[in-house]
């Protein structure tokens, strides 16, 4: 069954507390994205990657930290230097090109800091 | 920074008419899409239009590109209620400063209510 699967889908972090977010794809696809969405609000882009062993910084990614040591991995560290982690975190994955294609999202994971 | 904009942020209609939603967005792009996300969920793939497409029909759905005013249109023919959900269109565009590498942005996203 191919998909894209993060975990857990609920996480509780105290304040100090790093806690690092789960996402595999079973896709073979190249590139990867995390993204956090606040409640009514849109996606922003945390971090992307297009090949293993390299990413990028998105447009909010002080706070956060990514490796890509496999190509189906991708997992994202929410740090103690993040001020406002609760939020929900969502991951996807899509095949590179320049003709662009679908991504492939997870189904989330919803972060609170108690 | 939000790539795209999206209009109206909600849009409220009967079971059965059309809705339109319109997204703005800044900078040069490879292709636009649309997703489609149901409250608590991952997001949809709904429907793919390059920078040299005017229009694409998909369904019910009709997309509408226009770069030289940066914007996009998407309309849903003969809504169900099924049809409840957010709806956001993406850029894809490629970061020539990060060696060609391809950035998926999301815009802010049409809050979609179908009354029955």
């Known amino acids: 069954d191919g998909g894209i699967t993060q975990s857990p889908k609920y996480l509780f972090r105290k304040e100090g507390q790093n806690v690092t977010l789960s996402c595999e794809q079973n896709l073979n696809h190249d590139a990867m994205y995390w993204y956090r969405q606040d409640p009514g609000q849109g996606l922003r882009l945390i971090y992307y990657s297009q090949i293993v062993n390299d990413f990028q910084k998105g447009d909010i990614a002080e706070g956060y930290s990514v490796s890509r040591e496999k190509k189906e991995s991708f997992p994202l560290t929410v740090t103690s230097a993040q001020k406002n982690p609760t939020a929900f975190y969502l991951c996807?994955?899509?095949?590179?090109?320049?003709?662009?294609?679908?991504?492939?999202f997870g189904q989330g994971t919803r972060l609170t800091v108690v | 920074s939000q790539q795209g904009e999206e209009d109206p942020q909600a849009l409220s209609i009967q079971e059965g008419e059309n809705a339109t939603m319109n997204c703005s967005y800044k900078t040069s792009i490879n292709n636009l899409q649309w997703y489609r996300q149901n409250s608590g969920r991952g997001l949809v793939h709904l429907i793919l239009i390059r920078s040299n497409e005017r229009e694409k029909h998909s369904g019910r759905l009709r997309v509408t590109l226009d770069t030289s005013k940066k914007s996009s249109s998407l309309l849903i023919t003969a809504s169900r209620a099924a049809d409840t959900a957010s709806y956001f269109c993406?850029?894809?565009?490629?970061?020539?400063?990060?060696?060609?590498?391809?950035?998926?942005?999301f815009g802010t996203g049409t809050r979609l209510t179908i009354i029955p």
């Open positions: 996807a994955s899509s095949r590179r090109g320049g003709l662009g294609t679908e991504a492939f």
């Open positions: 993406a850029t894809d565009e490629t970061v020539i400063s990060n060696f060609g590498n391809e950035k998926l942005t």
